[in-house]
Structures are given as structure tokens and as C-alpha cells.
């Protein structure tokens, strides 16, 4: 494949960037790729040598995350993959699932609302995979709650 004339690459200590860069020559802005030696690789929009805009973020154990960045991390809506076959549709911030969104789960289940700290928090519907309606209410750190506050899920 041949590189683009306007993309560059720079060699760090711990991996590689190939892609566009700055009136300066060496700070990463504008499409570009950043290859680890750990086999994490970042593609996608850079500005002043940060992940900003639409990107993909392939982790070397298979996670992925496609969606929105701001300053190296994820914030912003997108979708986020992991090996088992789960996956995540939704409002991310500093790094979390945070907001509303769905999670598909590899067994075919899936819950649609609320989301704080990478885990099901306020309103939400768990449907099982034959579409009918498990529960739908609030949740708590991930488990389902009923109007006593007691943890009908563990």
C-alpha cells in the first residue's frame, strides 16, 4: 500500500506514529495511525499530538473501541467490542460507559439506559434474547432494584 505524500512517520520509544502532522513537522494533527509494541493501535482523527475526533482504538487482546475521542481518551458516543462477543452502543466519558446506551451480551440479552462507571445505574430495560421484557426500572452498580431498594439481581 502506498503512504500518502502528506503523512509522516515518527518512531517512540514504545512504538510508532504514521500519518499527517502540524505545520511544525513532528506533532501528530490531522489522520494518522499510532502502532505500540504492545499491539495496541490507535487510527484516526489527531489534533496538537492528542487523539481528538473519530477514531479506532484496537487493543492487542482484542477489545475494541470505535467512536469519539477528546484529549487521548474516550468521550463521546460510540461502540465498543469485546472478544466475548459483548458489545456496547452508547455516551462514553473520561474513559466510562457513562450516559445512556445499549450493551448487547454474547448470549443474545440486552440492556437499554442508563450507564455510570462502565456499569448499568438508573433507568434501564434488561430484555432477554427472545425479545421479551426481563426487568425495567432502576438499576444500582449493575444490579436490578426494586422500590425497597433491594437488589433483585446479583
Known sequence: MEMPEDYVRIQYADGFY?????EDGKTEHGHGMFSWDNGNIYTGEFRNGRFNGHGRYAWADGRIYDGDFLDDTISGHGVM???SGD???GDFSNG???GQGIR???NGDRYEGAFANNTME??????AADGSI?????????CAVNSDDKR???
Request: aromatic share 22%; charged share 15%; glycine share 14%.
Open 18 to 22: 504514521l500519518g499527517q502532522v502540524a
Open 81 to 83: 467490542t469485546w472478544p
Open 87 to 89: 458489545r456496547y452502543e
Open 96 to 98: 466510562v460507559m457513562a
Open 104 to 106: 448487547y451480551f454474547a
Open 122 to 127: 438508573g433507568e434501564g430495560r434488561y430484555y
Open 134 to 142: 426481563v426487568y425495567d426500572g432502576p438499576w444500582v452498580q449493575g
Open 152 to 154: 433483585l439481581t446479583e
